[in-house]
T-cell receptor
Framework: QQQVKQSPQSLIVQKGGISIINCAYE??????FPWYQQFPGKGPALLIA???DVSEKKEGRFTISFNKSAKQFSLHIMDSQPGDSATYFC??????????WGAGTKLIIKP | KAGVTQTPRYLIKTRGQQVTLSCSPI?????VSWYQQTPGQGLQFLFE???????NKGNFPGRFSGRQFSNSRSEMNVSTLELGDSALYLC?????????????FGAGSRLTVL
């Protein structure tokens, strides 16, 4: 019940396309859902996060869509660029506990 | 402000040896967490320290240990190294370690065990 399941494991998208990464959770007590982005040779960095009281949050080309009833949330990257090539991790938490992490998605944007 | 600093960045050890990794958190951050990252395994939580006390622990054997000093700097130690311990070890700091805190990660220490 503490797991966060992330898919796909890897994803190849053409430049300009939409990249979509999905995560699912079981614990309805989770109340914070961040996405972290990790470039090779670097540690992960917070990209965007959402609380379950909203269904969508947008920051530039990055959007989190949240479906509370389905217990799913997803990251959409619009107009994907080669610079977006990275590993993306979803996570979930409930106060005051630690984040529970998804397994990560390696995203490659082809020029 | 300065980010999270991890040292050393790269190290090579042989089986049976031990290793100590260091992490200097962002100034003012009191929580330090450690993660092991291997290809295909994502981020595996090792432990979290807050105010010099281990507050949370992941599912790793006792060969993995850590500590935190009064200035919030943290070290982790792996004894009796095994080949499977080869990984990137990441440290992350946050204000108080609660789930909604933003974690700031260091660049990691890449350990190779031969």
């Amino acid at each position: 019940q503490q797991q966060v399941k992330q898919s796909p494991q890897s994803l190849i998208v053409q430049k300009g396309g939409i990249s979509i990464i999905n995560c699912a959770y079981e614990n309805t007590a989770f109340d914070y859902f961040p996405w972290y982005q990790q470039f090779p040779g670097k540690g992960p960095a917070l990209l965007i996060a959402i609380r379950p009281d909203v269904s969508e949050k947008k920051e530039g080309r990055f959007t989190i869509s949240f479906n509370k009833s389905a217990k799913q949330f997803s990251l959409h990257i619009m107009d994907s660029q080669p610079g977006d090539s990275a590993t993306y991790f979803c996570a979930a938490s409930m106060e005051p506990h630690q984040l529970i992490w998804g397994a990560g998605t390696k995203l490659i944007i082809k020029p | 402000k300065a980010g999270v600093t991890q040292t050393p960045r790269y190290l090579i050890k042989t089986r049976g040896q031990q290793v100590t990794l260091s992490c200097s958190p962002i100034s003012g951050h009191r929580s330090v967490s450690w993660y092991q990252q291997t290809p295909g395994q994502g981020l595996q939580f090792l432990f979290e320290y807050f105010s010099e006390t281990q507050r949370n622990k992941g599912n790793f054997p006792g060969r993995f240990s850590g500590r935190q000093f009064s200035n919030s700097r943290s070290e982790m130690n792996v004894s009796t190294l095994e080949l499977g311990d080869s990984a990137l070890y990441l440290c992350a700091s946050s204000l108080d370690g609660s789930g909604a805190n933003v974690l700031t990660f260091g660049a990691g220490s890449r350990l190779t065990v031969l």
